[in-house]
């Protein structure tokens, strides 16, 4: 028969083991959960490269961006599958990705929206909106109350050479405010003409519809949910 003291070990070999199980399933766990449907395109598509402008500086807020907290993009599922293939394809002619936002929190575009109204800050306007009267970027449709991207299934990005890393020429930087980032506008050299035109191919090829304002913006056709905007943070 057991005697108090036996009891007694075996109790605490039991909490020590509970403790030790407890911990595996925090340490296994991801660290940021993500909603049904939503994945880390990094998880999906890894020869894709990340570039989360809103994450930090490089943006025409210029700062961090609300519900952005990591350098790293979310998308639902179909799209960042969508997405991998189009990396597939571009691969065979050393061509890659270069993703500069996806899932966007409607806390973000409550942000942008917020910065727009706030005339007096004008200190990205040489970069992101030279030729556009900040007044204005609400009339234009530069700025709106809701985003395709915050149903998840939008994508910004360029192309680039995947030997150097670097960008191809597309014209214009991401997030530029004015007629010379509609991907129809033709005062441009061939060349840069040429890479906005292949980006485009292959993106409705594997079935993104493109934006007539912004040459680097795609939205997946058939995206998963149509008429839900979502809030929670890109971490």
Do not use: C
Not at 97 to 103: C, E, I, S, T
Not at 116 to 131: I, N
Not at 216 to 228: A, G, Q, R, S, V
């Amino acid at each position: 028969m057991e005697d108090a003291s036996d009891m007694k070990l075996r109790l605490t070999h039991l909490r020590v083991l509970a403790l030790w199980l407890l911990l595996f399933v925090v340490l296994a766990s991801p660290a940021h959960a993500l909603p049904e449907g939503f994945v880390y395109l990094a998880d999906v598509a890894p020869r894709v490269v990340i570039d989360a402008r809103y994450a930090g500086a490089d943006n025409f807020v210029g700062r961090p961006v609300d519900g952005y907290h990591a350098n790293t993009v979310i998308l639902t599922r179909p799209a960042a599958e969508a997405l991998a293939r189009v990396s597939e394809e571009l691969a065979q002619f050393g061509l890659g990705l270069k993703v500069f936002d996806g899932y966007r929190p409607q806390r973000a575009v409550d942000h942008f929206v917020r910065w727009a109204a706030d005339l007096s800050d004008q200190s990205t306007k040489a970069r992101h909106y030279p030729g556009v009267d900040k007044a204005h970027l609400f009339r234009d449709g530069y700025i709106a109350e809701r985003s395709g991207h915050t149903r998840g299934s939008t994508v910004d990005l360029t192309l680039i050479d995947l030997k150097t890393g670097k960008e191809l020429p597309m014209g214009t930087p991401f997030d530029f405010f004015g007629p010379e980032s509609w991907p129809s506008y033709q005062e441009l050299p061939a060349e840069q003409r040429a890479h906005r035109a292949l980006l485009q191919q292959v993106m409705k090829r594997h079935g993104f519809r493109p934006l007539r304002e912004e040459w680097w913006h795609f939205t997946l056709e058939n995206e998963p949910y149509p008429d839900t905007y979502f809030d929670f943070p890109v971490e």
